[in-house]
């Protein structure tokens, strides 16, 4: 047993150098992923820094010489305004928030029929939706083109890049939702069943609050794979009028090429949203992609 001068010494607050080590010696892990993260975060900082600099400073000098330099807001402005990074950005929204919520909706209830219903073919329609996950989308811009063009959805606002993005979200949507779907607690469904409530309010009620890690992992996925998509929205939206802002930056990069403080600001403008979208979700996001994985 500890004497009492041992217990009286491990209950006395330890000093901050003590703590220090103790953590250092207990969490070496913690230590290689906090130099891994600083690392990653190393060029977004200097994107930040550099969209603040004026044009002088940031040709002249690195970024790291922040304190020397006079910030401002002009780069911004200019992006906006002149280049058309302000349109471009509701543009962005216009495109992504439709293309996050329609996969999400029916990619819900349609694992909720794989996981809680019985119809003919359920599992092997469920192993064909699995293997479309495999399928580049680079396969399907041709036969879609023609799709679309035939039925006027290619110049038709975005209903085009809309379909596609859900055609293309929907097997990740419903192979992640009936993952955790089928995790959840039986005797709760059939308790609703019982009361008399429908498939309907089943899924409304029960099993949507439920799962809102899983709904929140696939929204941060799809809304981070939309809004950076640049291939899509270079097939699928042909209007100048209603192109992202992942189109509009690389019309920047000919117009701006050695404006460094100017491609940086817009650079930033475009990675804004889905790191806001992301630190917003983030605790839903190991707890929804962890879900599912083993059934308890």
């Known amino acids: 047993m500890a004497t009492r001068a041992e217990t009286a010494r491990l209950a006395q607050p330890r000093t901050f150098s003590e703590r220090l080590v103790g953590w250092v010696t207990r969490s070496p892990v913690h230590i290689v992923l906090l130099a891994i993260a600083a690392l990653w975060l190393v060029p977004t900082v200097a994107l930040l820094v550099t969209s603040f600099r004026p044009r002088s400073d940031a040709l002249s000098s690195g970024w790291w010489h922040v304190f020397s330099s006079h910030l401002t807001l002009a780069n911004y402005s200019q992006v906006i305004h002149t280049g058309g990074m302000g349109h471009a950005f509701l543009n962005s929204l216009y495109i992504t928030v439709p293309a996050t919520i329609l996969p999400l909706t029916l990619g819900a209830m349609a694992a909720y029929a794989f996981a809680w219903t019985r119809f003919p073919f359920r599992d092997t329609t469920f192993l064909i939706i699995v293997a479309l996950m495999v399928v580049p989308v680079q396969t ?3 036969p879609l083109l023609k799709l679309f063009r035939e039925n006027g959805h290619l110049n038709t606002e975005f209903y085009g890049i809309w379909l596609a993005h859900t055609a293309f979200g929907l097997p990740l949507a419903i192979f992640l939702f009936r993952n955790f779907f089928i995790t959840l607690p039986k005797d709760l469904i059939e308790a609703a069943r019982m009361d008399g409530a429908s498939e309907f309010a089943v899924f409304r009620r029960v099993v949507i609050p439920l799962s809102v890690p899983a709904l929140a992992s696939f929204a941060i996925f799809q ?5 950076n998509d640049l291939l899509m929205a270079l097939i699928f939206v042909s209007d100048p009028s209603k192109q992202p802002m992942t189109v509009k930056i690389t019309q920047l990069l000919s117009t701006y090429a050695q404006e460094f403080h100017i491609l940086a600001a817009a650079g930033f403008l475009l990675m804004a949203v ?5 630190f917003a979700l983030q605790r839903y996001f190991v707890q929804g992609l962890l879900a599912g994985s083993v059934k308890s």
């Open 140 to 142: 399907a811009f041709v």
């Open 223 to 227: 809304f981070l794979w939309v809004w």
């Open 274 to 278: 889905p790191l806001i979208v992301f």
